[in-house]
């Protein structure tokens, strides 16, 4: 069994290139517009792992998952829940996931 999604273990930073192009290319919106383009959901998880380090963020695995939005070609997420779980399975404290329906928007 994999861990779900792109998963990142605990505070270590994203690219700042990759970040940087993601907020830019990428827009959260409240609904999609009807032209819009779905092309499925996306994860992303931060595992908190050492209880000695900083714990991840909401903002953290909001800009994982942009990142991974803009990896997989999308323009625009939409419907954005992060949960937080605990999982011993991944040896981490718990997991926070960030979950959104992905679309490409038409020009």
């Known amino acids: ?3 779900p999604g792109y998963m990142r273990v605990g505070t270590a930073p994203l690219s700042v290139t990759d970040l940087r192009l993601a907020q830019q290319e990428v827009q959260v919106l409240e609904a999609a517009p009807s032209d819009a383009k779905s092309i ?3 994860t992303a ?3 908190h792992q050492n209880k ?5 963020t909401q ?3 909001r800009q ?5 939005a ?7 997420i939409t419907d954005v829940t992060v949960t937080r779980r605990g999982d ?7 997991l926070l996931e960030a979950k959104a329906n992905a679309f490409v928007l038409s020009k």
Do not use: H
Request: proline letters at 6%; hydrophobic letters at 45%; aromatic letters at 12%.
């Open 64 to 68: 994982d998952l942009l990142v991974e």
């Open 59 to 61: 903002e953290m695995i």
């Open 70 to 76: 803009l990896g997989k070609g999308a323009t625009a």
């Open 1 to 3: 069994m994999s861990p």
């Open 52 to 56: 000695f380090e900083d714990e991840p």
């Open 45 to 47: 998880v931060r595992c």
């Open 40 to 42: 499925g959901q996306v």
């Open 88 to 94: 011993a399975l991944w040896n981490c404290w718990y």
